[in-house]
T-cell receptor, first 113, second 113 residues
Framework: GENVEQHPSTLSVQEGDSAVIKCTYS??????FPWYKQELGKRPQLIIDIRSNVGEKKDQRIAVTLNKTAKHFSLHITETQPEDSAVYFCAATPRSSASKIIFGSGTRLSIRP | EAQVTQNPRYLITVTGKKLTVTCSQNMNHEYMSWYRQDPGLGLRQIYY???????DKGDVPEGYKVSRKEKRNFPLILESPSPNQTSLYFCASSLWADYNEQFFGPGTRLTVL
C-alpha cells in the first residue's frame, strides 16, 4: 500500500545552524505534500505545504523542496532557534486512495543552545 | 473562533466498555478525519469522511466505528475497547481532502486497562 518514510527520527542541531528532514513516498501520483509541526503537548499545525506542480516553496526560514522523479521531498529550516524544537511530520495524499492522508513517522528536532 | 473540539480530553476505561469520543468543527469543513498517534509510528489515519453520510477506512480502522450524520460532527466509537487501543487520538478537519490544511483538535488521551 501507500507509504511515506521519514528520516531521521531524531535530529539535534546547534542553534543558528540548518536542519533538513527528508521524506519519500511510494505513490507516484501523489500531488500534495504538507509539513506539520507539533510542539510538546500540543496539536499538529501546518507550517508549509507544496503541490506537485512546484519544485520549491519558501516561507521565511522554512523551505520545502520536491523531487517528483525521485519521489522525495524535504523540509529545510535555516538559522534554527529554540522555538523550532518540536516533532515534525511530513504527509502525502496518494491519488490511488482517493482522499486518504498518509503521514510519516515524525522527526524530533532539538535545538542546542 | 474557528476551531475543532474533542471530548473528553482524557479517558481511562476498561476492556470491553463501549465509549465514544466526540469531535466537532465550526468551520463548515467538508472533510473530517480521525488519527491515532503512537510513539515511533507517527499519525495514522483511522477513518475519514468526505461529506455527510460518506465515510471510508484509513490505514488502521479495525476496532473503530464512525458516523457523519451532520456536517460539523464526526464521533469516534470504540464498541469493545482493548489495551492496544491505548493511544493519543486526534480529530481533524479541512475544507476538502486535497490541497487543504488539516485543522487538528486538541487530542484525546485514551487508556484502556
Amino acid at each position: 500500500g501507500e507509504n511515506v518514510e521519514q528520516h531521521p527520527s531524531t535530529l539535534s542541531v546547534q542553534e543558528g545552524d540548518s536542519a533538513v528532514i527528508k521524506c519519500t513516498y511510494s505513490d507516484s501520483a501523489s500531488n500534495y505534500f504538507p509539513w506539520y509541526k507539533q510542539e510538546l503537548g500540543k496539536r499538529p499545525q501546518l507550517i508549509i505545504d507544496i503541490r506537485s506542480n512546484v519544485g520549491e516553496k519558501k516561507d521565511q526560514r522554512i523551505a520545502v523542496t520536491l523531487n517528483k522523479t525521485a519521489k522525495h521531498f524535504s523540509l529545510h529550516i535555516t538559522e534554527t532557534q529554540p522555538e523550532d524544537s518540536a516533532v515534525y511530520f511530513c504527509a502525502a495524499t496518494p491519488r490511488s486512495s482517493a482522499s486518504k492522508i498518509i503521514f510519516g513517522s515524525g522527526t524530533r528536532l532539538s535545538i542546542r543552545p | 473562533e474557528a476551531q475543532v473540539t474533542q471530548n473528553p480530553r482524557y479517558l481511562i476505561t476498561v476492556t470491553g466498555k463501549k465509549l465514544t469520543v466526540t469531535c466537532s468543527q465550526n468551520m463548515n469543513h467538508e472533510y473530517m478525519s480521525w488519527y491515532r498517534q503512537d510513539p515511533g509510528l507517527g499519525l495514522r489515519q483511522i477513518y475519514y469522511s468526505m461529506n455527510v453520510e460518506v465515510t471510508d477506512k484509513g490505514d488502521v480502522p479495525e476496532g473503530y466505528k464512525v458516523s457523519r450524520k451532520e456536517k460539523r460532527n464526526f464521533p469516534l466509537i470504540l464498541e469493545s475497547p482493548s489495551p492496544n487501543q491505548t493511544s493519543l487520538y486526534f480529530c481533524a478537519s479541512s475544507l476538502w481532502a486535497d490541497y487543504n490544511e488539516q485543522f487538528f483538535g486538541p487530542g484525546t488521551r485514551l487508556t484502556v486497562l
